[in-house]
Nanobody, 118 residues
Framework: VQLQASGGGLVQAGGSLRLSCAAP???????????MAWYRQAPGKQRELVAV????????NYADSVKGRFTISRNNSRKTVTLQMSNLRPDDTAIYYC?????????WGQGTLVTVSS
């Protein structure tokens, strides 16, 4: 699955960013089969799950560190998933990766850098 992530950038602490991920080569009936997620990897750290949204958007889960600040959503007709990030902190600085999972199969986007300055 080809995933195209966008929306990263430099923002001051307390600011907001919105990340988007598109799956242009999937058709609607395929896209809705995937759980979609965002992961991130900070320098010197392991990749960690940030947020996940299930196939039809019925369930979302977040890392404790982002609860109340980040919101994941999906638009199945547009085959996109969005991560709205608010009240950003310097420790949110990382490369953010879009993930699509069905069964045990994972697909990853290219990553988009988010830098939060203090």
């Amino acid at each position: 699955v080809q995933l195209q992530a966008s929306g990263g950038g430099l923002v001051q602490a307390g600011g907001s960013l919105r990340l988007s991920c598109a799956a242009p080569r999937l058709i609607f009936s395929e896209f809705i089969k995937y759980d979609m997620a965002w992961y991130r990897q900070a320098p010197g750290k392991q990749r960690e799950l940030v947020a996940v949204i299930t196939t039809h958007g019925g369930t979302t889960n977040y890392a404790d560190s982002v609860k109340g600040r980040f919101t994941i959503s999906r638009n199945n007709s547009r085959k996109t998933v969005t991560l709205q990030m608010s009240n950003l902190r310097p420790d949110d600085t990382a490369i953010y990766y879009c993930n699509a999972r069905v069964g045990v199969m994972d697909s990853w986007g290219q990553g988009t850098l988010v830098t939060v300055s203090s």
